[in-house]
């Protein structure tokens, strides 16, 4: 049993390892990059600007804030995130592994959550009905947001699992890959976020604000185009196993 499961361990290790060379030597991250890093930069330069603006009393536009509603970053952030969710939906649809599907629905969720801030409004939502906690650096909302996104884990943990037990070692790696990206983007969006309290300055409250928000835009980025890498290589897995017009042509009747 031990060594079943020592091997089995293994193998999963071996499978992460090359995804991982997988993702560094994908030439469609390096597409990706070429077509979204510049405007992704003005984004943050512009969202930088304003937050510099704010703490100097030279307001400037809404829009450049990255965390504003509809605002220029989050749009992208939409974009990116419908993006992965239409990729792994189509590999899904291919393989059929289970890991694929939920963690296509975890895109969409992540998209309509960051359009319509779905967490906040449970964690206000059921704050009346959790204990004060008291002593705590927590708010009655904050322990509501974090129960939300653990059920929201629970599903697609409920994916993963399926996928181990079927089988099914690379979707579940490439679960893996993705979800470490949406954890450091929930990191980013709900924990800094939660630990930003406290007494302080305008340019504090700016400057961590900043911090907040680009490394939630950085992570959507970067797990964008982690997905971008599988779904390339899988691509070229299935044309490279299609048949040709040519072998179909010598095929016997």
């Not at 779905?118 to 008291?134: K, S, T, V």
């Amino acid at each position: 049993m031990f060594r079943a499961v020592h091997a089995w361990l293994v193998s999963l290790a071996n499978e992460a390892i090359e995804q991982g060379r997988i993702v560094l030597a994908s030439p469609a991250i390096r597409t990706a990059i070429r077509w979204i890093w510049p405007y992704a930069g003005v984004i943050v330069g512009m969202d930088a600007a304003a937050h510099y603006g704010d703490a100097t009393g030279a307001e400037l536009p809404v829009q450049l804030f990255i965390s504003q509603d509809h605002s220029f970053g989050e749009f992208l952030e939409y974009s990116l995130t419908t993006a992965c969710a239409i990729m792994l939906f189509r590999m899904w649809r291919d393989t059929r592994a289970s890991a694929y599907l939920a963690n296509s629905l975890l895109m969409v969720w992540l998209t309509l959550d960051n359009a319509f801030e779905f967490h906040e409004q449970f964690g206000h939502w059921i704050a009346p009905y959790i204990p004060d906690p008291a002593g705590s650096p927590f708010a009655a909302n904050d322990i509501g947001e974090m129960l939300f996104f653990f059920a929201v884990g629970a599903a697609w943990l409920f994916g993963l699992v399926r996928s181990l037990f079927s089988a099914e070692k690379r979707p579940a790696v490439h679960s893996l890959y993705i979800a470490s990206g949406v954890a450091m983007t929930a990191f980013f969006g709900v924990v800094v976020d939660i630990f930003n309290t406290g007494p302080e300055t305008l340019v504090t409250k700016n400057i961590a604000t900043w911090v907040e928000d680009g490394g939630e835009f950085a992570f959507i980025n970067l797990t964008f185009l982690i997905v971008v890498a599988f779904y390339d290589a899988h691509r070229r897995a299935r044309a490279s196993t299609r048949p040709t017009a040519d072998s179909l042509a010598l095929a016997p009747a």
